[in-house]
């Protein structure tokens, strides 16, 4: 379980494919903290330290995660979000993130404004009763609160720090995020559709 504030980011130094699954080799600040067997959220998907080496870590991407995500985009050079795994005693200053992405959303619109940004994405109209006006939504690992919500799309607002010490900035119209709508509404729409 993660809270959707980052951590640190991480970059890939190596890609290695193995059938239908790709490991990934990352460097980060983050790795003389972890242990092996360790969740970590990489750019919002849950993944498990699997090896230890100098500063660098590996986990692999199966294919279901692989067809779900955008990880089949990343590449040698890329930065990625990187969050731990939520303690019980922490504060929860984003909001409940599982890692277990739902969809990717296309980014339609970035638009720089005096001292923010503020994005537009495309989801799936199947997902839209998923997404509440100033709600909780989890992209590319970050908690952030929508709002100018649509039919088919939604915004988001960011502030300096998180475009500063995320790969938010990255993202660009055309590129895809990783989305993961809150739990709560989740559960809460599934209960209903019974």
């Known amino acids: 379980m993660f809270t959707g504030i ?3 980011q991480g970059q890939i130094t190596n890609i290695i494919r193995k059938g239908g699954n790709r490991t990934f080799i990352i ?33 692999t991407a199966i294919a279901e995660t692989l067809k779900k995500t955008n990880l089949s985009g990343w590449k040698k050079g890329d930065w990625i979000n990187l969050e731990r795994c939520l303690l019980l005693n922490d504060r929860l200053d984003g909001h409940w993130v599982q890692g277990h992405v739902d969809q990717v959303a296309a980014c339609t619109k970035k638009r720089e404004l005096d001292g923010s940004w503020e994005y537009e994405f495309e989801i799936e109209k199947k997902y839209a009763h998923l997404i509440v006006e100033k709600g909780s939504i989890c992209i590319q690992g970050i908690s952030l609160t929508v709002f100018g919500l649509k039919k088919k799309s939604f915004r988001v607002a960011i502030i300096p720090y998180t475009y500063d010490h995320t790969n938010i900035k990255n ?23 019974l």
């Open 6 to 8: 980052i951590e640190s």
């Open 27 to 59: 460097h980060s600040a983050l790795t003389g903290e972890l242990s092996v067997d360790q969740s970590i959220s990489h750019d919002g998907v849950c993944l498990t330290v699997e090896a230890i080496e100098g500063g660098e870590y590996q986990v």
């Open 171 to 193: 993202i660009e119209p055309g590129k895809t995020v990783n989305v993961e709508f809150d739990l709560i509404g989740k559960y809460i729409a599934r209960k209903l559709s």
